[in-house]
């Protein structure tokens, strides 16, 4: 494998052999249908500036100084394209995105392949043995390794399995963060973690309203509202459109009054007013923490009519292991799970087959008492209803649990109820 650190600072002639410069950069281009990119110019450090020199003009890289086909009045500089990545300016030492470890690591050297007589960005070397050998002390370090019968890891990582940080490079890539929006959202939480704030912030700007909102979910309502600190109020608006109703108040309730309010009067009006009316409850009582997300259907219903009622209405709905069923002053009378439903004759009526006696929790309700009906009666989400028993939400297990269960052994929990 060729590495770009044994490239950097060899000299460079002109077709008369006449010494213009040395090596400072490579210039590949980043192309939707190629995984790997082409290099296609290399830059010369020259007194006074540079010279981009495209790569049809260079006779071989692999030498002791790099000749080229061209004298130097006759060269045609090279024009950067778009799409087209320095390496040494906006890669090397730059923090990457390890797509299959879901991790941030830095770029200690990269290395090239050969084939068919053009050179492609193959690997990213992130191993200390990368970093040696832009020391010059990779060989040493390999002999040592070699008399104590040890091995230096490589900790190579494939270029079509890494990720640029957005902003990082002058030039924004075309479609930047397409690997990164693939992840898990848990896993962007995690990378996200792993950045300052201006990256967070930076790399979250390029990902999709979706994308966003749930990577928001997966951390905590405080770290939420700092990497929406710099958003646009426009593009946080539809974040919270498209978050569920209870985590958009917990960030809400993190932010300024002022740009809380501004950011309600910006959502769609049925997502605020359900947004608005868990922000007037307590934020550690069962109204506080529940969600307005839920499916509740009328006894009088059958079976089949309900499944079509589960169908257009549950689409974004937070969870629906458990259909509630209410009367017509949206009193909570019961509920059955969707195994109950599956199970049940297409005509047989809910009122059939639905459970009446239903664990709830009152809307004042304290969060820990909320917890301690989810844990005795092993729930996985528990209804909200007000003294005269009508139901105004759910609160899932785990946001009944958030303050019994640390945080960090939460998020190992298997979110099987969403």
Known sequence: MLHISNLLGKPVSDLDGERIGTLKDLVAS???????????AIVVKRPGGSLI???ADVVVLIAPGIPLKRRLQDIVPYVPAENDLFLVRDVLDKQIIDINGVRVVRVNDLELVRVDGHFYLANVDIGGLGLLRRLGLDKVAMRIAHRLGKELPPGVVSWDSVELLPGGQPMRLKVPSEKIAELY???????????SRSESSALLESLDVKTVADTLESVEPDFQASLVETMPDEKVADVLEEMAPDEAADLL?????????????????????????LLAYPEDTAGGIMTTDFVAVRPELTAEEAIAVIRETAHDIETIYYVYVVDEQERLIGVFSLRDLVLAPPKQPVSEFMHRRVVSVKLEDSQDEVAQAVAKYNLLAIPVVDDEGRLHGIVTADDALD??????????LPRMYR
């Open 253 to 277: 309730a993190e932010l300024p009054e002022d740009r809380s309010n501004e950011l309600l009067n910006l959502m769609e009006d049925e997502e605020a007013e359900d947004v608005r009316k």
């Open 53 to 55: 020199v495209p790569m």
């Open 30 to 40: 980043i192309r939707s249908d190629v995984s790997h990119p082409p290099i296609v």
């Open 185 to 195: 959202p848990a896993d962007i939480a995690e990378i996200i973690s792993d950045l």
């Open 403 to 412: 303050k019994i269960i640390p945080t960090a052994w939460k998020k190992r």
